[in-house]
């Protein structure tokens, strides 16, 4: 009996540390079908969290819609007369978000006044979670840890459950 146990704690601490990869580590591609007619700030929430570093990827119809990057000013008055950077060319046009701070786009064929614009915030990528170690972990990592896989400390659990009703 002591010994299934054993095995099966080994078990379920050798899955706790598998499951236990930072879960976020590299920069995102966030691809965005950017299209007349559309109203993009429930897209900005959807996606959100934006972090610094990730890759905003416009998919276009080129004579159908442009990207132009805005101040606030202009964002909100869907004005591309002070642009600070526009492409129309090709299908599709990556940019990058390399700085924490809000990046404003819009497109400047009027479809901008439907809300064919995005203000993006971005973040710092938040550190990785530190690495389990069953000694020292403060109770808020390990309730982390525990809601971010809760699917696999569960299957753990169930194994552990199924080993100790053999014995
Ligand atoms: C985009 O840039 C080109 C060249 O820099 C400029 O001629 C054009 O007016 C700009 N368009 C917008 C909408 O800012
Ligand atoms: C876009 O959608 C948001 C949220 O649904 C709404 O508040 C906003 O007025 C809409 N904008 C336009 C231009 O229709």
Redo the contacts with the bound molecule.
């Keep these: 009996m002591v010994g299934r146990m054993r095995m099966a704690a080994a078990l379920l601490l050798a899955l706790a540390a598998c499951a236990a990869l930072p879960s976020r580590t590299a920069a995102n591609k966030i691809s965005i079908n950017w299209k007349p007619n559309t109203n993009y700030s429930d897209w900005v929430a959807q996606h959100s969290p934006f972090y610094k570093d990730d890759w905003l990827v416009f998919y276009y119809t080129a004579g159908q819609a ?1 990207v ?1 990057q805005v101040d606030e000013a202009g964002y909100n008055k869907c004005d ?2 002070n ?1 600070i950077y ?1 492409y ?1 060319k090709g299908r599709t046009f990556a940019f990058q978000l390399n700085e924490t701070k809000t990046y404003y786009f819009i497109c ?1 064929y009027g479809y901008c006044f439907g809300g064919m614009r995005l203000a993006i915030k971005t973040e710092k990528l938040p550190p990785p979670s530190p690495p389990p170690s069953a000694s020292h972990r403060s109770a808020a990592a390990a309730a982390a840890f525990a809601r971010s896989h809760a699917a696999v400390i569960f299957y753990a659990v169930a194994l552990l459950a199924v080993l100790l009703r053999v014995v």
């Design positions: 442009d132009v591309a007369s642009a526009n129309s400047s």
